[in-house]
T-cell receptor, first 115, second 113 residues
Framework: NAGVTQTPKFRVLKTGQSMTLLCAQDMNHEYMYWYRQDPGMGLRLIHY???????AKGEVPDGYNVSRLKKQNFLLGLESAAPSQTSVYFCASSYPRVSGANVLTFGAGSRLTVL | SQQGEEDPQALSIQEGENATMNCSYKTSINNLQWYRQNSGRGLVHLILIRSNEREKHSGRLRVTLDTSKKSSSLLITASRAADTASYFCATDGRDTGRRALTFGSGTRLQVQP
């Protein structure tokens, strides 16, 4: 099992360019998430999905769009990149248990720099 | 806004010593989790404690939870150089209907060999 795979691992963009980060999981997880991590700020939730075809906004959704057309994939798009979106992006997935416990499995991260 | 805040922000100890990290949160929770992040890597789940539990152990890890004070602590006993990492607490966010986790800002632990 590969777990959660993110592509690309590194990307440099110019302001105004667009790009898509791809997250793929092979664990048949229902829930998927996109977080961003900035120095000293921990992880902040951008968008999440509780199933194929569904998406919802997190804490910092502005400037990002997402799609979950297939259960195993969760795409994060930047339509017009800004320097403030320079960050490390983490995808995660989970299979919520009947008990309510929701343990996340994370990808290795994608480092994005916007010049 | 950050649900969890860790304290201290950074901690440096010698191998063999114990490391204690604290986490405070703001709203009611069903459970609290601790994750570890090695430099340049993704987060890895360590341990989960439910709101009706006060203490939980897993190997060299001991987690306590005080829901009246909205705080948790993670104790790593007999630390090793390989324990050097950042540690984050995470709570099931009420804002997302408990469907997503809210993470604190983390504690950077450095274990000197």
């Amino acid at each position: 099992n590969a777990g959660v795979t993110q592509t690309p691992k590194f990307r440099v963009l110019k302001t105004g360019q667009s790009m898509t980060l791809l997250c793929a999981q092979d664990m048949n997880h229902e829930y998927m998430y996109w977080y961003r991590q900035d120095p000293g700020m921990g992880l902040r939730l951008i968008h999440y999905s509780v199933g194929e075809g569904t998406t919802a906004k997190g804490e910092v959704p502005d400037g990002y769009n997402v799609s979950r057309l297939k259960k195993q994939n969760f795409l994060l798009g930047l339509e017009s990149a800004a320097p403030s979106q320079t960050s490390v992006y983490f995808c995660a997935s989970s299979y919520p248990r009947v008990s309510g416990a929701n343990v996340l499995t994370f990808g290795a991260g994608s480092r994005l720099t916007v010049l | 806004s950050q649900q969890g805040e860790e304290d201290p922000q950074a901690l440096s100890i010698q191998e063999g010593e114990n490391a204690t990290m604290n986490c405070s949160y703001k709203t009611s929770i069903n459970n609290l989790q601790w994750y570890r992040q090695n430099s340049g890597r993704g987060l890895v789940h360590l341990i989960l404690i439910r709101s009706n539990e006060r203490e939980k152990h897993s190997g060299r890890l001991r987690v306590t939870l005080d829901t009246s004070k909205k705080s948790s602590s993670l104790l790593i006993t007999a630390s090793r150089a390989a324990d050097t990492a950042s540690y984050f607490c995470a709570t099931d966010g009420r804002d997302t209907g408990r469907r997503a986790l809210t993470f604190g800002s983390g504690t950077r632990l450095q274990v000197q060999p």
